[in-house]
Structure formats: structure tokens, C-alpha cells
């Protein structure tokens, strides 16, 4: 189904009174992302040093969340000091991806309509670019109750993330790394 693409004017630019719960579950969610997607850069930008590298050392860039996970997963299986760490990234990492897909739906769509309901809901647009330079679109129907669901588990993805963070960015565990020869090989995103 094709939805017809508002990319000015319409409810977006003048909401409709119904739809205060569901722009408020929208700021919440960006809100949990952000503080999400911030804390994880934290955390590589970090440990991405020469220290903790056999390999020619490449600057931490902005990269997209799948790469970041890529980076992260790997970081913490193949360098000896963080290691006691893989179990929990590797329950951590295919989770973080879903909320990854969940993201881009929610997040970077265009919001085209709100739906009074019942169930009050928005509908977001997504276009995709696909190999042969077509673009497809992707469309969903956010209740104001999954985006409330969205927003709770990415908090809670976060709050694993810092269970990790919490013993790793500390000076004494920072100084063993980065004090010492690097212990194992690490590669890097490219």
C-alpha cells in the first residue's frame, strides 16, 4: 500500500488536539535513542585508542548503528582485556540491532497523519534506497502505546549497556589498558 508522502503543511505542521499523547510519546522515545546512541559512542570513543590495538589505529568516525554494533561486538571479542565482557555484548548486540530497525521506522519516517482512533495512532513513511537506485517505502501505524514500549526498551537496553560501562570506564580498569601493550587483536570498522 502507498501512502501518499505531506513533506509540508498538513497535521504535522498544525497537530490536532487529540494528538498530544502521541507527540509526547515521540519526544519521549528520542529523548531514551539519543541518550542510547550517545552512550555507546562514549564508550567506544573511549576505547578506540592506539593502546588497545595491534593493528594500525583508525580514529573513531559517526558511523551508522549497524556499523557502531559491528565495532562494538567485535572490540570486545577479540581484545583480551574486555573479554570477560563478550557474553553480555553478544545478547546485547542482536538486541540493540531489532531496536535499530524499530528506530528508523519510528524515527527517521515522515509523520503524515495522526489517527484519532481508537487506537490514537500516527502514520510514518519511510523510504529506503535500494541497490539499483530505486527507493521503496516503508510505511507503519504507531500507536501511542508502542511508541511508550519502544522508548522502555531501548531504556532498558541502556541500562545493560551501563552495567558494562560501570566496570569499563573507570580510571583503574582504563589504566590497565591503556598503561600495558595491547593484549590480542582488534579490528576496526571500515
Not at 498538513?10 to 541518550?35: I, T
Not at 540493540?96 to 503524515?112: A, K, P, Q, T, Y
Not at 497523519?113 to 501505524?141: C, D, H, T, Y
Request: proline residues 5%.
Amino acid at each position: 500500500m502507498t501512502t501518499p508522502i505531506i513533506i509540508d503543511g498538513g497535521q504535522l505542521n498544525d497537530p490536532p488536539s487529540f494528538a498530544g499523547e502521541l507527540l509526547k510519546a515521540f519526544g519521549f522515545a528520542s529523548m531514551h535513542w539519543a541518550r542510547l546512541e550517545q552512550h555507546l559512542d562514549v564508550l567506544l570513543i573511549t576505547l578506540n585508542k592506539e593502546q588497545v590495538t595491534k593493528e594500525k589505529f583508525k580514529p573513531y568516525p559517526n558511523y551508522s548503528w549497524s556499523r557502531k554494533l559491528d565495532f562494538f561486538e567485535k572490540l570486545f571479542s577479540t581484545n583480551s582485556k574486555l573479554s570477560k565482557y563478550s557474553e553480555q555484548v553478544k545478547k546485547l548486540v542482536p538486541r540493540l540491532r531489532e531496536l535499530g530497525n524499530d528506530r528508523n521506522l519510528l524515527l527517521h519516517s515522515n509523520c503524515v497523519e495522526f489517527i484519532e482512533g481508537p487506537p490514537l495512532s500516527m502514520v510514518a513513511v519511510k523510504f529506503n534506497i535500494l541497490k539499483n537506485g530505486n527507493i521503496q517505502q516503508q510505511r507503519a501505524e504507531w500507536t501511542a502505546e508502542q511508541i511508550m514500549g519502544f522508548a522502555g526498551c531501548v531504556a532498558g537496553l541502556n541500562n545493560d549497556l551501563n552495567q558494562i560501562s560501570q566496570e569499563v570506564l573507570t580510571p583503574e580498569f582504563l589504566a590497565t589498558i591503556f598503561t600495558e601493550p595491547a593484549q590480542g587483536t582488534r579490528s576496526h570498522v571500515t
